[in-house]
């Protein structure tokens, strides 16, 4: 429970911890903390818990270190009705002996405590959605209206309780200038834009293309999986759902023959089936989105939602197109316009690489290496993003 990072292992670095939410889920956040744990290789990981059958090999390590909810009984399917219990599990873990730590959050991380010495690097996802837009979690996770109404009226106070723990992060960084701004109105904080790592490597060009478009995600109601699924039955275009999750058979129940779903399947499968659909669908609203750049890799065309993350890493009418309404109907005109350009694989690949894992790394050490020396401020060139600028915390507590 008590962690001690190597001081040995490099000393031209500071010496790291890193803490994540929970792994329970084998996401896009998921991925950043695997590539960090794969470049710092004696760094502990904290959690709150960690179970699942598709764990990363990263995480099936004696350097994981868990509170007491992994013990919780029925923890794998009450883990999101116990939100409330999370803070309690961070403050429960102890960093020790580290100069940096890196936390990765979309939720509870920052509730950790902060040792006297060490630097706290936040790498935010998102602010919590469920405190600061809860409608869709109250929607899908409380279906008694009393108890809804109960959890609702104690999101202002959860909501301060996040403000008070952000100000004891010295640095934020955003996965994408979309976060970047949700930030800065949640918290006040200015932000760096670092990218989340994309092993673009993984995958190659294919010059042949299979009739059938793609979909790889998780299924649930806030991907708008749905979208799809009617608007590709409506036109009988054969499209292919890679994934797994609660909206799956209510996705089934609406598909017409065209449409199949695959469940969750093996990297080697979504390789496959990505060198070879002819376009990547991609109906949801992500705060950056890992899979259609892994698409891009394979110099597939994009057909995604106008909104979030997609936003910066699809290029209209060079990389993909865009739909502008979460409608069946504006995803088939987007359909149509896709079916009007030639695209243009070479460049496509491109603008993948823009996302790659060595960029990620590269770009966070040097940042890790600047709050280590002390600096108040420092410069990044994240991707194709323009040089941002790290500011300290303004004068407030440095533990709350």
């Known amino acids: 429970m008590n962690p001690r990072p190597d001081s040995d292992s490099d000393s031209a670095h500071p010496r790291l911890a890193l803490v994540h939410d929970f792994l329970i889920q084998m996401g896009g956040a998921e991925r950043v903390v695997e590539e960090m744990a794969k470049a710092f290789p004696d760094a502990p990981i904290l959690t709150s818990a960690t179970f699942g059958d598709n764990l990363f090999p990263e995480f099936r390590s004696p350097r994981v270190h868990n509170s007491w ?17 999370y803070p309690f599990a961070f403050k429960s873990l102890k960093i020790e002996r580290a100069d940096v730590a890196w936390i990765s959050s979309s939720s509870f991380s920052k509730w950790i405590p902060k040792p006297l010495g060490t630097k706290f690097v936040c790498y935010c996802h998102t602010p919590p959605r469920f405190f600061w837009n809860p409608d869709e979690y109250l929607r899908n996770e409380i279906g008694n209206p009393l108890l809804r109404r109960f959890v609702r009226a104690l999101m202002p106070l959860f909501r301060w309780s996040d403000r008070r723990q952000s100000r004891k992060i010295d640095f934020f960084i955003a996965n994408s200038r979309n976060v970047q701004q949700r930030i800065r109105d949640c918290y006040g904080r200015d932000s760096a834009v670092i990218y989340p790592p994309v092993d673009v490597e993984r995958f190659q060009v294919s010059e042949s293309s299979d009739d059938y478009f793609l979909i790889v995600s998780r299924l649930v109601a806030y991907k708008r999986i749905d979208l799809a699924v009617r608007a590709f039955t409506a036109a009988g275009r054969k499209l292919v759902v890679i994934g797994d999750g609660p909206d799956r058979a209510r996705l089934e129940a609406m598909a017409g023959p065209t449409v199949t779903f695959l469940g969750l399947a093996p990297d080697e499968v979504v390789t496959e089936k990505m060198a070879h659909c002819r376009g990547f669908v991609f109906p949801g609203s992500e705060d950056f989105g890992i899979t259609p750049v892994e698409a891009q890799a394979c110099g597939k065309p994009v057909i995604a939602f106008r909104e979030g993350g997609a936003l910066e890493t699809v290029i209209d009418g060079e990389t993909g197109v865009f739909f502008d309404q979460p409608t069946p109907e504006s995803l088939a005109g987007a359909i149509e316009a896709f079916d009007r350009v030639a695209w243009n694989r070479a460049i496509i ?30 410069t990044i060139k994240p991707g194709q993003v323009s040089d941002q600028t790290l500011l300290p915390p303004e004068s407030h507590p440095a533990r709350p």
Do not use: C, W, Y
């Open 349 to 378: 690949r491109r603008n993948a690489e823009r996302f790659s894992v060595t960029r990620f790394i590269d770009e966070t050490r040097r940042l890790l290496d600047r709050v280590e020396n002390g600096a108040t401020s420092a």
């Open 69 to 85: 909810m992994q013990h919780l009984p029925g923890m794998r399917k009450l883990h999101k009705k116990l939100f409330f219990l």
